[in-house]
């Protein structure tokens, strides 16, 4: 007869509801990414979950911080913005939960080695340049891009 180990059993349950909490928060997390407000604080409080511990049970499960996520995200939404529409850089900041164009442009120049500009003059409706100036995001962020 095979027997399954309490103990085995037990950690494997614990992991998956962690899993499901982290699963269940993403689209919550995706909803508020407009609002510039939004601190890792408050996310941790909506788990239910003790600020440290679901900051390091979403590390285990996304592979980055809850930061950087946030960070990322918003990063990937503005990209595809100035892609594939023609909204103004403050707005496309703005929608984005970026407290200025400034912090905007530093930050995506951070991730994706272009300021906003250049970005959207090169990928201007063109879905393979987009893909290739992406590329490495995608690559180091596995799942920004819905």
């Known amino acids: 007869m095979n027997t399954v180990n309490p103990e085995a059993k037990?950690?494997?349950?614990r992991i998956e509801m962690r899993s499901a909490v982290i699963r269940d928060m993403l689209p919550w997390i995706e909803g508020i990414l407009s609002d510039e407000r939004v601190r890792v604080k408050t996310i941790t409080e909506k788990s239910g979950y003790g600020h440290w511990h679901f900051q390091r049970v979403f590390r285990e499960q996304i592979g980055y911080n809850l930061a950087e996520y946030i960070r990322v995200r918003r990063i990937a939404r503005a990209a595809h913005s100035l892609a594939f529409t023609d909204k103004e850089f403050i707005d496309?900041?703005?929608e984005n939960g970026f407290t200025s164009q400034q912090?905007?442009?530093?930050?995506?120049?951070?991730?994706?080695?272009?300021?906003?500009?250049?970005?959207?003059?090169?990928?201007?409706?063109?879905?393979?340049?987009?893909?290739t100036f992406t590329r490495e995001l995608h690559e180091n962020y596995v799942g920004v891009f819905y």
Not at 103 to 130: E, I, W
């Open 10 to 13: 037990s950690s494997s349950v």
């Open 92 to 94: 496309i900041a703005i």
């Open 103 to 131: 912090n905007f442009s530093r930050t995506f120049k951070k991730y994706l080695r272009l300021p906003p500009m250049h970005f959207r003059q090169a990928c201007c409706g063109r879905d393979r340049v987009f893909q």
